[in-house]
């Protein structure tokens, strides 16, 4: 097993071309009571093959940006400020929020695709996995030949391990939630897009199965170097499969860096927080309510910096200012007035075989 | 590479070779189960109705062998005959062997003869006027159902706009009225008061000097005739179909497949159609069972309204004239075509649902 | 208002019996607030009190009057007068009231029966819950008006508790199928299964746990079994296979369609009369019951 942090699935230095840009990013649900603003104000971009980790607990936003980034937000949520710009293989720039209709239904999962949480339910339970398969590229290439999607399929099926042959005539029931999950993988890739979102992909399964996506997302990588934004509220997994990780508070990242600086130096006492939660394997999230306090409430949020109320280095400066992202070194910045303080107090964190 | 978990799921994993193993499959089949039960279903009916004809105190053929003696002065041999061949029952007979004869000729297409139209079997009674019903019928239900999803996945999609609160009440009205109610109002309203309908012309199952031919001239005017009992059939059920399908299209909105398929950039013809709709619409099919028997029951009541010549205006007279060979028939004939529709009906759920098709105990 | 029972609703107490004493308050209120659902509420009760004590008012009007036959509605005669020159309002005002009695009859026992069943078949589940969901099946698929035909033709009905039976007797499935349902995603629930590892006994969670947070969901399906029975009973009136003796909008139907009412101009509000009224009958309760649906179900009250 690898150590934390020592090495990544994909290896190597991130190429330097972006495909991925999202800036001062504001999503908005409208609400009985008012608006309720889930991100408040995020940047990150994305380089080629590279994964970017977006952890929180939930309430932190990392779900509704991931929704935000393919335009998949219920009617009541919008973006209210921001942009998301997409870099093409061929140096074309994507205003992603600007996309009309058509153009938005062939930006999803051509160029970028999406791995939901719910395993179970991510299938329709009325088509065959081949159906859903064919209806995903046919919808993208009208004259694609049925051989060649499925020979293509065949080819995924077989590098997320799965069995082609019986898999493909399989309605979703048939399956088992990892292999479901599989095949939710397995779709994604179909299109050979540039970017994958999985938003917690691992989190409906049981800790056996868990190893299993997360050794097929590696491997994958390695074969494809897709680039991938990983969201988790688990930050083992993270460890496993980011270059970079972002944790997310209350709609804003707080910290942001190299994935071994967030591990052996994190600079803001959430990110220290949910280290020495020492979050098992199992991903269970009342491991990380050692944490004090309460997830925060989005409908009414302290002022000043927002995770004051459940900080050990709070001072009364902190109610006062909610500090933006600042550099702490080598890329690493984090969102707090007290990054000299702010220490880990376990060496390392221990990860479970 | 880690070894990975291939868990077999528990359908696939009952697949032995045995014999018992291979039953137990086939009892399980979702085909098989539906057609047991409804072959148990009519032999329950017929059962029951061989009970009330025959064991009940005062049934109809004590009855008749007893007027046929009191006011004729026939003898009971001769009277016992007379019912033997009306009910398709002997009373002379133990009652096994009669029951065994009952469904014997049953079987035959045999189901005895009317009292009031002296000598008249039964089933050509029914042969005459069965298909109007099943037509009238049929298609309203095949309408309103269709009509019903339609406009209940409109409305889901625009919903809280003044098209869904329009619909949604209209149908929400319409559903409350009874349909031999709305019948009447129909004939009284729109026939009487307003003369818009020429409810006279309308009558009988087609006009006369049309004969029964496979044309379009002849569907048209059989459709005429049928037009006003369709729109109280049709009327009545189309409510509740699109006010079930609207909530289970929102229901089927929220799943996350639903997402899915738009995060894959499937088309949205595709996704309302295979998506969305195809998994709402399985819902209605557990409504389907009683709207059948529902709307054919309502023929009973609303045929003669429209005094549309089908299977329900005869049975109505059979009753009024207590004339319980014709009645005993129709009820058989009118529960035995309910079942076989639903049977379809379950059939067709079947193929649209994966889920229930094998060995699943859950309904 | 809305939040308060969704609160409630996922609240998971081992006493439920607080939680729908509590609710009923709460059920006033968000009645209220549902215009609708209000309105049939309203209606409905005016029916109720017009039908039992409308008679104390309204005279009885038995005798012809020859010279005022099919009179439209005037200061005299507010509905016009029927085939014997009678007063139709006097005939509404004192229809209603069987016609709700053997309602409430038929309901209460289609009801009994769809909850003691169902929960029994549920909850012991086996061949027990086998033979009680195949039976219900069985009668489900037998359409209802023209075996109730059969039936009456044979055994005659003469008191409304024999009419309230016959209904019941036929009525029952759809709601025990409906109550089963119920019953079963209960027992999944948590409070339920922590009664279950206490061993608190089947008859104490039956009772104690699972039913008192049905209260609600019985209501409803009470208020479905009620239109199920006043449409069967007015439909063995019409048909003529009810004993078509006293005031009963039934009856009233059945006089004037056999008189062909239907197709006199004049005739058009002795017939109409009868059938507005248990029309907007109808309508109020499955308007009252939609909305109760509504407060009672979270998922589609988010649509508001």
């Known amino acids: 097993m690898k150590q934390a942090g020592t090495s990544n699935g994909a290896g190597g230095k991130p190429e330097d071309k972006l495909v991925f840009a999202a800036k001062d990013l504001v999503v908005e649900y409208r609400t009985r009571r008012g608006p309720v603003q889930a991100v408040r104000g995020v940047t990150f971009d994305v380089h080629r093959g590279e994964a970017i980790a977006l952890i929180g607990e939930s309430g932190s936003g990392k779900s509704t940006l991931g929704l935000a980034l393919l335009r998949l937000l219920t009617k009541s949520g919008v973006v209210r400020e921001g942009s998301v710009v997409y870099y093409g293989r061929d140096g074309f720039e994507v205003d992603v929020l600007a996309l009309g209709k058509e153009e938005l239904r062939h930006f999803r999962w051509q160029e970028c695709a999406m791995v939901f949480q719910s395993a179970l339910n991510a299938l329709n339970p009325v088509l065959r996995v081949w159906d859903q398969l064919y209806d995903t590229v046919r919808a993208h290439r009208p004259g694609a030949h049925r051989s060649d999607v499925r020979a293509q399929a065949v080819k995924l099926l077989q590098l997320v391990q799965l069995d082609p042959e019986r898999v493909l005539l399989a309605y979703p029931h048939e399956l088992s939630g990892g292999m479901r999950q599989r095949v939710s993988i397995a779709m994604s890739l179909l299109l050979d897009p540039q970017l994958i979102i999985l938003d917690e992909p691992t989190t409906a399964l049981d800790i056996l199965t868990q190893r299993t996506i997360i050794d097929v997302l590696l491997n994958l990588r390695r074969e494809l170097g897709f680039a991938m934004i990983f969201i988790s509220h688990d930050l083992t997994i993270a460890a496993e499969l980011a270059d970079r990780v972002a944790t997310m508070y209350a709609g804003r990242i707080v910290e942001f860096g190299d994935v071994r600086d967030i591990f052996y130096n994190p600079k803001h006492p959430y990110t220290v927080g949910l280290l020495e939660a020492v979050p098992p394997i199992s991903g269970d999230l009342v491991a990380l309510k050692s944490i004090p306090g309460n997830p925060p409430n989005l409908l009414a949020l302290p002022d000043g910096c927002k995770f004051h109320p459940r900080c050990p280095y709070a001072t009364a400066a902190c109610s006062q200012e909610d500090p933006p992202l600042r550099p702490v070194g080598n890329g690493h910045s984090a969102a707090c007035i007290h990054t000299d303080q702010v220490q880990l107090h376990r060496e390392t964190v221990e990860v479970a075989p | 590479m880690a070894t990975t978990s291939v868990t077999l799921s528990p359908a696939r994993a009952v697949r032995q070779f045995s014999p018992v193993a291979l039953l137990k499959r086939i009892a399980s089949n979702y085909i098989v189960r539906r057609v047991f039960k409804a072959a148990f279903t009519i032999f329950f009916v017929i059962t029951l109705t061989f009970f009330l004809i025959r064991l009940l105190p005062g049934n109809p053929v004590e009855v008749y062998i007893n007027t046929q003696m009191g006011q004729y002065g026939i003898p009971y041999q001769d009277a016992a005959a007379q019912a033997a061949a009306l009910f398709s029952i002997d009373p002379n007979e133990p009652l096994y062997h009669q029951y065994y004869g009952y469904l014997s000729k049953l079987v035959r297409g045999n189901l005895g003869k009317s009292l009031i139209s002296v000598g008249t079997p039964v089933s050509n009674i029914i042969l005459q006027y069965l298909p109007w019903t099943l037509f009238s019928v049929g298609l309203s239900l095949l309408i309103s159902f269709t009509l019903g999803i339609v406009l209940g996945m409109i409305i889901a999609y625009r919903r809280e706009t003044p098209l869904d609160h329009a619909l949604s009440t209209i149908g929400s009205l319409l559903h409350s009225i009874p349909n031999y109610l709305l019948a009447i109002i129909i004939v009284v309203f729109f026939g009487v008061r307003l003369g818009w309908l020429p409810i006279t012309r309308m009558r009988g199952s087609f006009s006369p000097g049309v004969t029964p031919a496979i044309s379009l001239h002849f569907f048209g005017d059989a459709l005429y005739h049928a037009a006003l009992p369709m729109a109280a059939y049709v009327l009545t059920t189309i409510g509740s179909w699109m006010l079930i399908m609207k909530s289970s299209t929102l229901a089927a909105l929220d799943e996350d497949y639903v997402t899915v398929a738009r995060a894959r950039g499937l088309k949205d013809s595709r996704i309302i159609t295979a998506y969305v709709g195809r998994n709402a619409v399985l819902p209605l099919f557990t409504q389907l069972a009683v709207a059948i028997g529902f709307v054919a029951g309502g023929s009973l009541l609303v045929e003669p309204i429209f005094q549309y010549q089908g299977i329900g205006l005869v049975l109505r007279n059979a009753v009024n004239q207590r004339d319980y060979p014709v009645m005993q028939g129709i009820f058989l004939v009118l529960t035995f075509s309910v079942i076989v529709a639903n049977l379809a009906a379950d059939l067709l759920y079947g193929r649209l649902d994966p889920r229930i098709r094998v060995g699943n105990t859950k309904e | ?304």
């Open chain 3, 1 to 304: 208002m809305a939040q308060l029972v969704t609160a409630q609703s996922e609240v998971a107490g081992p006493n439920m019996l607080r939680r729908v004493g509590g609710g009923s308050v709460n059920f006033l209120r968000l009645m209220f607030h549902n215009k609708a659902g209000f309105i049939g509420f309203v209606v409905l009760v005016f029916i109720v009190l017009v039908a039992f004590l409308g008679p104390l008012f309204v005279p009885e009007d038995r005798n012809a009057h020859v010279n005022q036959i099919y009179q439209q509605p005037s200061a005299a005669h507010w509905l016009g007068t029927d085939y014997a020159g009678r007063d139709v309002l006097a005939q509404i005002v004192r229809g209603g009231r069987s016609i709700l009695v053997v309602g409430l009859l038929a309901a209460g026992l289609t009801t009994i029966i769809a909850v003691v069943f169902g929960a029994l078949s549920a909850y012991t589940g086996g061949w027990i819950d086998s033979i009680i969901t195949g039976l219900a099946d069985i009668v489900l698929t037998i359409p209802q008006l023209p075996l109730l035909a059969v039936l009456a033709a044979f055994i005659s009905f003469k008191s409304a508790w024999q009419l309230a039976f016959i209904i019941a007797a036929l009525g029952w499935p759809t709601l025990l199928r409906a109550i089963r349902a119920q019953v079963l995603s209960l027992r999944e629930r948590e409070y339920v299964e922590a009664a279950q590892a206490l061993d608190l006994g089947t008859t104490h969670i039956l009772f104690r746990e699972i039913l008192p947070n049905m209260l609600s969901y019985i209501a409803i399906n009470f208020t479905i079994g009620m239109t199920g029975a006043i449409y069967a009973q007015i439909g063995l009136y019409f048909l003529g296979l009810a004993p078509l003796a006293g005031d009963n909008w039934g009856i009233m139907i059945n006089i004037a369609y056999t008189r062909g009412a239907m197709f006199f101009k004049n005739s058009f509000w002795y017939i109409m009369a009868p059938v507005l009224a248990i029309s907007i009958l109808q309508l109020a309760i499955i308007t009252m019951t939609r909305s109760l649906e509504d407060i009672f179900n979270p998922r589609l009250r988010q649509g508001e």
